[in-house]
Nanobody, 123 residues
Framework: QVQLAESGGGLVHPGGSLSLSCVGS????????IGWFHQAPGKEREAVAC???????YYGDSVKGRFTISRDNVKNTVYLQMNSLKPEDTAVYYC?????????????????WGQGTQVTVSS
């Protein structure tokens, strides 16, 4: 079983940038597909960026061109680089891992979850 821990959230102004990290422990993270999800109060959790074990990516429509997902196997860490942040990006961000080979943006497709990190975009 793999454990996940997110970090890097915080308060930024609109147009600013943040880099989130997801560190894996217990297992090598390169054995899993990874998804970044966010959830705002009263709303459903939804995928923002996903990366399969074969290197295929998925991005939600609202973040295409602004967010980038990547992994560093030496550090056993997955990253989410977030640029040109908007107030609508404000949410708790979670990383998740799946043994499914194909890239999936579905919450139910992921077996392991971190505890989340808060991102707030406000002027």
């Amino acid at each position: 079983q793999v454990q996940l821990a997110e970090s890097g959230g915080g308060l930024v102004h609109p147009g600013g940038s943040l880099s989130l990290s997801c560190v894996g422990s217990g297992r090598n993270l390169d054995r899993y597909g990874i998804g970044w999800f966010h959830q705002a109060p009263g709303k459903e959790r939804e995928a923002v960026a996903c990366l399969s074990v074969t290197g295929i990516t998925y991005y939600g429509d609202s973040v295409k061109g602004r967010f980038t997902i990547s992994r560093d196997n030496v550090k056993n860490t997955v990253y989410l680089q977030m640029n040109s942040l908007k107030p609508e990006d404000t949410a708790v961000y979670y990383c998740a891992a799946t043994i499914v080979v194909v890239t999936t943006p579905l919450v139910d497709g992921y077996d392991y979850w971190g505890q989340g990190t808060q991102v707030t975009v406000s002027s």
